[in-house]
């Protein structure tokens, strides 16, 4: 069995460092790799090793497969893990790494190919019993055509791109009149996006529940799920809140999603960590939508309510070695829920916030993980995705993992960019997610910026804070206008930017 010494991590920020630290406790040393813009990164300096990989944006750097394998050949590297994003879901990169004698700590090449075309994806699945939603599993050219399967699907309709991802060329069609115009612009889209014009038709399910399960299999034909993650709080494809398990599972849909996502990884001979995506609707019926062949920015939910270390795992497994772990051996302990802490205005429709972490202060205590890649003080580098940290709550019961993530979100410091901790706070204390009555539809029903100001009010404890502080220089925060919402956060208005 080819013992793995050696890691290089094909990734920066707040992932390359939750792998890193798994590979150190497991005696494997670490390279990582940095653009321009990262070099004084926490993932650089935790490192044994570091190579810059060229300039800041992520083309000349991050996706340069070519450097990233040469400086794995020059430092003796054994394996690269490629996280999530960047080169991570790359059929040709997976093979190139696997052509020079590098182990891909990820799924096959195959794997990747099949799971990147929803429709070989849809195919594949076919061969086994999984429920999809009513629709085309090959791609619709002929508008005539097209329009008659849509009738007989019945409107609404969704029109997809074979290669789409993020909502990408992905039309709503609500009835035969507007097909044409919804057609042209999906084909487009999906050309301009993805140099592949390939749509395909299905029923459009309105309010779904967004559930995915987490799986793992190992190189021998083991595959096994670790539950369910519910991910429908999301705004504009971009997810803001996961959490497991989904308050919608049963534990009878729990079996039946659990095997049939199982049936999908082992429709393309999947090895690795991977994740299957469902929809469910309001009857919980629940359909497969798509296979993500990666490990999940929100993976650490998983690991909180199993126990399981999804990157040790990941290790074992390109390593050559069977799964140790057995199905019947798992089991739900306690909630976990995951806050996304984008640097982005919540109050001003998520716009991106560049600046830099004047203060950043993290939450600990009991239940508290923090997943991050930042320090005081560090810019947050405009190239690449806006996320500054992962805050992971989980306790004993949904209320105690909602309860200390609203605590852990209080005291959470960070001055210098607005954060989607206003949001995420006004999330947990919403009645529709605490009932769980929630769908993907949750941020454009309930959320209105106007929502976070009555969250946020000053109240009796805050203002005696305000009154014993002196750093009341800048402005008066008793005269702040309700509508001010960093004035009128916990605390944070110390430092208020003008
Ligand atoms: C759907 C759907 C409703 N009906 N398919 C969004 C991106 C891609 N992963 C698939 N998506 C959807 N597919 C049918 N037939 C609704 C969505 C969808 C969605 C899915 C998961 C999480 C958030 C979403 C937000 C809007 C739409």
Redesign the pocket.
């Known amino acids: 069995m080819p013992r793995i010494k050696k890691i290089l991590i094909a990734n920066r920020g707040e992932i390359a460092l939750r792998i890193m630290r798994t590979a150190r406790e497991m005696g494997i040393s670490t390279v990582a790799i940095f653009s321009e813009a990262d070099r004084k990164s926490l993932h650089v300096r935790y490192a044994d090793e570091a190579v810059c990989v060229g300039p800041a944006p992520s083309a000349e750097s991050y996706l340069r497969s070519d450097k990233i394998i040469k400086i794995c050949k020059e430092l003796n590297v054994d394996a690269i893990h490629p996280g999530y994003g960047f080169l991570s879901e790359n059929t040709d990169f997976a093979q190139k790494v696997a052509d020079a004698g590098i182990i891909f700590i990820g799924p096959s090449p195959h794997a990747i190919e099949i799971m990147g075309s929803k429709l070989a994806a849809k195919q594949a699945a076919g061969k086994y019993n999984i429920p999809m939603?009513p629709?085309t599993s090959t791609a619709v050219t002929d508008r005539t055509e097209a329009k008659k399967l849509a009738t007989n699907i019945g409107y609404p309709?969704?029109i997809?791109a074979s290669a789409?991802?993020?909502?990408k060329g992905?039309r709503v069609v609500n009835n035969e009149q507007e097909f044409d115009e919804q057609m042209d612009r999906a084909v487009s889209e999906a050309l301009s996006s993805f140099g592949d014009g390939a749509v395909f038709i299905?029923?459009?399910?309105?309010s779904?529940k967004?559930i995915e399960i987490q799986i793992l299999g190992d190189q021998h034909g083991n595959i096994i799920h670790l539950f369910e993650r519910e991910?429908?709080i999301?705004r504009r494809?971009q997810?803001v809140i996961e959490e497991a398990p989904s308050v919608s599972v049963t534990p009878e849909i729990r079996e039946a999603m659990g095997r049939a996502a199982i049936d999908v990884a082992r429709s393309c001979g999947y090895y690795g960590a991977g994740t299957v995506?469902f929809?469910m609707d309001e009857k919980r019926n629940f359909?497969f939508?798509?296979m993500n062949t990666r490990l999940q920015v929100e993976h650490p939910v998983t690991e909180q309510i199993t126990g399981v270390d999804l990157v040790r795992q990941m290790i074992h497994i390109a390593e050559g070695y069977p799964l140790t772990l057995k199905q019947e051996d798992l089991s739900i302990k306690g909630h976990a829920i995951e806050a996304r802490v984008y640097a982005e205005d919540a109050a001003n429709n998520f716009l991106p916030d560049v600046g830099t972490l004047n203060t950043y202060v993290r939450p600990q205590g009991n239940g508290v993980r923090v997943d991050d890649g930042f320090e005081q003080g560090m810019a947050i580098p405009i190239h690449y995705d806006p996320m500054i940290a992962k805050l992971i709550t989980f306790g004993a019961s949904r209320e105690e993992a909602i309860e200390k993530m609203t605590r852990a979100i209080d005291e959470y410091q960070i001055s210098g960019v607005q954060t989607t901790l206003p949001f995420c706070r006004f999330v947990m204390k919403h009645q529709v997610f605490i009932n769980g009555q929630f769908d993907?539809?949750f941020v454009n029903h309930y959320f209105k910026p106007e929502n976070l100001t009555s969250e946020y009010r000053i109240d009796e404890s805050i203002l005696a804070a305000l009154l014993s502080a002196s750093l009341m220089t800048t402005t008066n925060p008793l005269k702040a206008p309700s509508t001010d919402l960093q004035a009128a956060t916990t605390s944070k208005w110390r430092e208020r930017r003008l």
């Open positions: 939603v629709g309709v969704l997809k789409g991802g993020g909502g992905m299905e029923k459009y399910i309105t779904p967004h991910c429908s999301q494809h997810k995506e929809i359909y939508l798509e993907t539809n």
